[in-house]
T-cell receptor, first 114, second 115 residues
Framework: DTGVSQDPRHKITKRGQNVTFRCDPISEHNRLYWYRQTLGQGPEFLTYFQNEAQLEKSRLLSDRFSAERPKGSFSTLEIQRTEQGDSAMYLC????????????FGQGTRLTVV | AQTVTQSQPEMSVQEAETVTLSCTYDTSESDYYLFWYKQPPSRQMILVIRQEAYKQQNATENRFSVNFQKAAKSFSLKISDSQLGDAAMYFCAYRSWGSQGNLIFGKGTKLSVKP
């Protein structure tokens, strides 16, 4: 499978714990995005990488959230001290740099904070 | 800031019939992209159709077509000859021409297809 891969698919954690999600983009894609999707809503942009550089962060990305993309390949999204409001689907997408290219999405990681 | 509005939380269509999903957006930009994405249950979001704002011709992809009204800031999706596999959440999305590529999504429309 050469699509965008996310791991894990599901994560249940206790409030206050830290969690980390991984995204493997399509191999030749240099752009990588993280979105959050809560129930009944469309995805909301969190952050964006071009290669290894994090170029944009949404105001939704509080200081408890950190994302990395070492070596410009896979990316991780860490949430520290999770809160119940962090429960959501976290989606990763990747694309080529050209403006007229589509973003390909992974299946997402569903986080439940109990 | 740009916004995308989908006013139909749920829609239903009979198999083989035609259905139209509505989307309006707000922007002060003149150049941008509009998209319709499909999100089947427990599966990843996939692109259905894309429209560049500078193109007057409406985009078409097989059974899927759009009605793009730039002045009215309207971007509806028409699905012809609906199939059971079309059942999914459909999201309308906006992307600025000069942006880094991040998308602004509407809340989505849940489409059911009745056999």
């Amino acid at each position: 499978d050469t699509g965008v891969s996310q791991d894990p698919r599901h994560k249940i954690t206790k409030r206050g714990q830290n969690v980390t999600f991984r995204c493997d983009p399509i191999s030749e894609h240099n752009r990588l995005y993280w979105y959050r999707q809560t129930l009944g809503q469309g995805p909301e942009f969190l952050t964006y990488f071009q290669n290894e550089a994090q170029l944009e962060k949404s105001r939704l990305l509080s200081d408890r959230f950190s994302a990395e993309r070492p070596k410009g390949s896979f990316s991780t999204l860490e949430i520290q001290r999770t809160e119940q409001g962090d429960s959501a689907m976290y989606l990763c997408a990747s694309s080529l740099e050209q403006l007229n290219t589509e973003a390909f999405f992974g299946q997402g990681t569903r986080l439940t904070v109990v | 800031a740009q916004t995308v509005t989908q006013s139909q939380p749920e829609m239903s269509v009979q198999e083989a019939e035609t259905v139209t999903l509505s989307c309006t957006y707000d922007t002060s930009e003149s150049d941008y992209y509009l998209f319709w994405y499909k999100q089947p249950p427990s599966r990843q979001m996939i692109l259905v159709i894309r429209q560049e704002a500078y193109k007057q011709q409406n985009a078409t992809e097989n059974r899927f077509s759009v009605n793009f009204q730039k002045a009215a800031k309207s971007f509806s999706l028409k699905i012809s000859d609906s199939q059971l596999g079309d059942a999914a959440m459909y999201f309308c999305a906006y992307r600025s021409w000069g942006s880094q590529g991040n998308l602004i999504f509407g809340k989505g429309t849940k489409l059911s297809v009745k056999p």
